[in-house]
Structure formats: structure tokens, C-alpha cells
């Protein structure tokens, strides 16, 4: 890039160098506003605004490094998940759009006025619980992680989001609660499989929040191996899989003693979260 440049000469710029990516322009346009602080609105309004040297030198690291797949939420630090604002570093995994079904298929098996006590397994960012409590504020929430690190995005997130309702605790799966029984669990775990192919961007992810052995199927099974001591009577799981592991999920769940057994597909077609109650 050169020295100097117009906020329209830099997004043109940056948008070629970002061409192999079908959301280019949009990458550009949300980095550049992120380096001068500014709104993609005030972008528009001002494409003749000179950029200082400093402020070139940022966004051509930004753009060299969004050139390498480095996530975008990593470099500005926020995404959006359920319409709320999440600050994201690179200690949790990006939450992806189809992790919104999760948070649809709970909301639509809990009513809105009911109390009850929820826990989100490997919380990461806090997006699944954040939602969900911001959903049904009648719901006392757990967060939990066995990262440190994630958990303290996790707690920020929610402060600023001022949803008290959420508690943090860490601790591998439903081990984080001991003997306590609660009402509702989901989980967005790690479920892809070692050796499996994915996109460059999860590389940047943090590895225990992606993988995990058994094919992938290892977190999911022990999830689902604890639930029908955690879960109360009348209580309710979702969790998150692979889109070719429904029916080992629903098996996990049939062989735990769970009923009514759904798989639920995301917009794609894919089966992307499977549930069950306790009877």
C-alpha cells in the first residue's frame, strides 16, 4: 500500500488483495473501520478521508493477516452471535451462525416463563449461555469451561451484556457441577475428529475447542454419559455435533436412557443439534 491513501482508495486496495475470499470487500470495509474506529456508515460518508501513515501500517497488517485466514473476529476482537455484541480473542472459538440453531431448539423446548436452572458446557466465548439468558432472564445459567482463559472472556462478555444471571465454574464437562442436578444442559463441544479435513481459519483456533478423539465423538459421549445423573426429571439436553454424527449422537442418547429423541438441521439441510429429555 502506498504511504498515503483515501479510505476509497485503501478498501479498494485491500478488497483485491482479499479476493480469493467470497466476503472481500466486506472484510476490507469492517477492518478498515476497526483500524480508524469509526463506523462502515462513516466509511462511506468520507471516501476521500486521507489515511496517516500510522493508520495505513495497521491496516495492511490487519488485511496481510486476514490474507492468511486469520479469522476475522480475532483481529478486531468482537463478533456478533443472537444479535449481541461478544468481544472474542483468540484463547476461544469464533461462534459460528449454524450455533444459533443450539439456542433455537433450547428456547423452543423451554418456555419463556419457566425457572429452571441451565448449564452450557464449554462455554468458550459465553455466546450459547449469553443468548439464552438473554432469552429467558428467568433462568439461573452456568457457564463452564476447563480453560481459564476462556472463561475469563466468557465473564467479560457477560458483564458487559449485564446478564447476572450467568455464573461462571471450571471444569471438564458436567464434572464442573459435582453432584448438582439442573434443568436444561447444551453444549457446543469439540466434535471433529483428528485427522479430518476443515477450513484454514479453524487452524487459528484453539485446538481443544475444535478437536476431539474417538472420531470426533469423545466429548459428546462423555456429555451424554453423566447427563441422566445431572439432569433433573423432566429435564433437557441439546448439544451440537458434526453434520454426518446424528445418528451416533442419538444412539449415545437412546443407550443413556433418554427419550424423545430429535435431530434438528440447520439451514442447510444438515443435522447440526440432536436433543432428549429425562423422563
Not at 57 to 71: E, G, S, V
Not at 110 to 119: H, R, S
Not at 226 to 234: E, F, V, Y
Request: overall charge negative.
Amino acid at each position: 500500500m502506498a504511504a498515503t491513501l483515501t479510505v476509497a482508495l485503501a478498501l479498494r486496495a485491500a478488497t483485491a488483495r482479499l479476493d480469493a475470499s467470497e466476503s472481500a470487500r466486506l472484510d476490507a470495509e469492517l477492518l478498515l473501520a476497526h483500524c480508524l474506529g469509526v463506523t462502515r456508515t462513516q466509511l462511506y460518508s468520507t471516501p476521500e478521508f486521507e489515511l496517516d501513515a500510522s493508520a495505513v501500517m495497521r491496516f495492511d497488517a490487519l488485511i496481510a493477516a486476514r490474507a492468511r485466514h486469520t479469522p476475522l473476529a480475532y483481529l478486531t476482537g468482537e463478533t456478533e452471535f443472537w444479535s449481541l455484541a461478544l468481544r472474542i480473542t483468540a484463547e476461544v472459538l469464533v461462534p459460528r451462525a449454524e450455533t444459533e440453531l443450539l439456542v433455537e431448539v433450547t428456547l423452543a423446548a423451554w418456555p419463556a416463563a419457566t425457572a429452571g436452572v441451565l448449564i452450557d458446557l464449554g462455554t468458550g466465548s459465553g455466546a450459547v449461555a449469553a443468548a439464552v439468558a438473554h432469552e429467558r432472564p428467568v433462568l439461573t445459567v452456568f457457564a463452564s469451561d476447563r480453560s481459564a482463559a476462556a472463561l475469563a472472556v466468557a465473564r467479560n462478555n457477560f458483564e458487559r451484556l449485564q446478564l447476572a444471571c450467568i455464573a461462571c465454574v471450571r471444569g471438564d464437562w458436567l464434572a464442573a457441577v459435582g453432584s448438582a442436578r439442573c434443568d436444561v444442559i447444551v453444549s457446543n463441544p469439540p466434535y471433529v475428529g483428528r485427522t479430518e479435513a476443515v477450513d484454514a481459519a479453524v487452524g487459528f483456533e484453539p485446538a481443544e475447542a475444535v478437536y476431539a478423539d474417538d472420531a470426533g465423538g469423545a466429548a459428546l459421549a462423555a456429555i451424554v454419559a453423566r447427563a441422566p445423573q445431572c439432569l433433573k426429571r423432566g429435564g433437557f439436553i441439546a448439544l451440537e455435533h458434526g453434520h454426518a454424527q446424528g445418528a451416533l449422537v442419538r444412539g449415545m442418547l437412546a443407550s443413556a436412557g433418554l427419550v424423545r429423541i430429535a435431530s434438528h438441521r440447520d439451514l442447510a439441510g444438515l443435522e447440526r443439534v440432536t436433543s432428549a429429555w429425562r423422563d
